[in-house]
């Protein structure tokens, strides 16, 4: 079992960059895949991008070219770091992660047993 932590969001103007963290506590965050995903307003949650236990990287379509997921293990932590960020990428951001999700499954939200508590990340001028 972990507890999920992220961090780093904020307000940013269009074109800026963030980079959000997400703390696992626990002493195999390593056999984890970890997913980050995100949440609009009355929306389901939306699958941003994955990294698997063997740092092999998922990343959904409309991030792609932006956005990079990382890990470090040594730090129990998982990286989201957003370039060129544009006003529809605002929305809530949420870290997951599960030790037994297979590769066709890290897309769905609800695959995961863990969740960070998110953190908004507001594109504005």
Do not use: H
């Not at 949650?45 to 991030?63: C, G």
């Not at 997921?69 to 129990?76: I, L, M, T």
Request: charged content about 20%; aromatic content about 10%; some cysteine.
């Amino acid at each position: 079992q972990i507890q999920l932590v992220e961090s780093g969001g904020g307000l940013v103007p269009p074109g800026s960059s963030l980079r959000l963290s997400c703390k696992a506590s626990g002493r195999t965050f390593n056999t984890y895949t970890m997913g980050w995903f995100r949440q609009f307003p009355g929306k389901e949650r939306e699958f941003v991008a994955a990294i698997r236990r063997d740092r092999n990287t998922i990343l959904a379509d409309s991030v792609k070219g932006r956005f990079t997921v990382s890990r470090d293990n040594a730090k129990n932590t998982v990286y989201l770091q957003m370039d060129g960020l544009k006003p529809e990428d605002t929305a809530v951001y949420y870290c997951a992660g599960d030790q037994r999700i297979i590769l066709s499954s890290v897309r769905m939200p609800a695959q995961y047993d863990y969740w960070g508590q998110g953190t908004q990340v507001t594109v504005s001028s």
